[in-house]
């Protein structure tokens, strides 16, 4: 993992100088979630409060520990700034993976085989390619895949052709898929691999990719000094909860999932912590100026499976639901108001899971929960999500 804790970066957060937190942000936005810039214009400059409410916040460095009641209040304040624009705090939603599937015809299959053994791209490389039977852990119904490799190692996954088995079960199943993450790849790498992909559908590509059905869509929002444990988060139309424990630590949580992993759900999660453990290492990571001590850094992640519900096309991808849709977010001052045993089952196993699963109806004050909740700038991030679908939508299509 690449320490970026040197005077001559520009993404180390200055302990409690606004101006360069914006600054630090904006670099991690344009490394790590490169196409939600086309969206993004640069950063404003903190106002004065923004400032106050930071170094108020950063001036401790805080990470993932357990914080005292006035620590508590602190981040109350900040997470109220955050959520309330969280654009100018580097909350900006953005595609994390897609998932599409693409009805070629079954001559472009045979040519499919042919042309991505012999691919040679100027951004990307093929990586690998033969039977799906090769892939651990395949649970794709595709015959055959290649990976294309970017210069960072990430990869597009293109998967085509059906047994004669399958096509007896699924007569209308697409023929070829595409997965990636958008948020890794530059604009001309995905123009150059949808340029290629078209060039061998041949004519009428451009309506087929407009056609294509997405089956499944991530979109993201990375919130910056907010550790995971106090992301006090509900989702009101989920039916099913569950966590994971932080792997450096037992007694906090490490992950808290709201609703059916086999279907549209959400995942909050401990970004920091997996960029160090599984990385990728090219993500610069901020450090606070005077210790080695990183930025807590949490995520939210919206996956988005359409087809369980009502299809969307690439046509129309910008009218994906809002990813935030109900979805509530409590000041962690919520915890005062709890005993010592209940405050820690909360830092351990995610609000949610810890209300819905383990409180019994034991703990219950509707009046104290609805004064507690977080007013988010739907709006913003709403209009934000659009603009960010829209331009990778432009770019598939019309690559």
Not at 56 to 79: G, I, N, V
Not at 295 to 324: H, M, Q, W
């Amino acid at each position: 993992m690449t320490n970026i804790n040197d005077s001559s970066q520009n993404s180390v957060i200055r302990v409690y100088s606004g101006t360069t937190y914006a600054h630090a942000v904006q670099q991690h936005n344009q490394q790590a979630n490169r196409l939600h810039n086309q969206a993004e214009q640069h950063l404003e400059k903190p106002s004065s409060r923004t400032k106050k409410v930071l170094k108020s916040w950063f001036k401790h460095q805080p990470t993932d520990e357990l914080f005292c009641k006035l620590r508590l209040r602190a981040l109350d304040k900040y997470m109220k700034a955050v959520f309330a624009d969280p654009l100018k705090y580097g909350s900006s939603p953005f595609v994390d993976m897609l998932y599409l599937t693409i009805d070629v015809s079954e001559s472009t299959v045979k040519q499919l085989h042919q042309e991505a053994k012999a691919y040679t791209g100027e951004l990307l490389k093929k990586w690998k390619s033969g039977p799906s039977s090769y892939l651990k852990n395949n649970k794709d119904k595709y015959l055959r895949f290649a990976m294309f490799k970017n210069r960072l190692d990430e990869v597009i996954t293109l998967h085509w052709g059906m047994s004669d088995e399958i096509r007896k079960h699924r007569p209308n199943h697409r023929l070829a898929k595409v997965a990636f993450n958008p948020a890794r790849f530059t604009e001309e790498e995905i123009v150059e691999f949808f340029s290629w992909l078209k060039r061998v559908i041949g004519s009428g590509a451009t309506q087929l990719l407009k056609k294509a059905n997405v089956t499944r869509t991530d979109i993201a929002m990375d919130l910056f000094g907010i550790p995971v444990h106090y992301l006090l988060v509900n989702h009101t139309s989920a039916e099913t909860r569950n966590y994971h424990l932080n792997s450096a630590s037992n007694h906090l949580v490490g992950t808290q999932k709201l609703g059916n992993p086999a279907s549209s759900h959400s995942t909050i999660y401990n970004k920091r912590r997996k960029y160090l453990d599984v990385g990728p290492s090219h993500v610069p990571l901020f450090s606070y100026k005077s210790s080695n001590n990183h930025l807590s850094i949490s995520r939210f992640e919206r996956v988005l499976c359409p087809a369980d519900t009502v299809p969307v096309s690439l046509g129309n991808l910008d009218k994906l639901p809002y990813f935030l849709k109900s979805t509530q977010f409590y000041s962690p001052t919520l915890l005062l108001r709890m005993g010592t045993k209940r405050r820690n089952r909360v830092t351990k196993y995610g609000f949610a899971y810890w209300f819905h699963e383990l409180n019994r109806k034991q703990w219950a004050n509707s009046y104290l929960m609805a004064k507690k909740i977080i007013d988010v700038n739907h709006i913003a991030l709403g209009y934000h999500q659009i603009k960010v679908l829209k331009a990778l939508k432009k770019l598939i299509i019309h690559a």
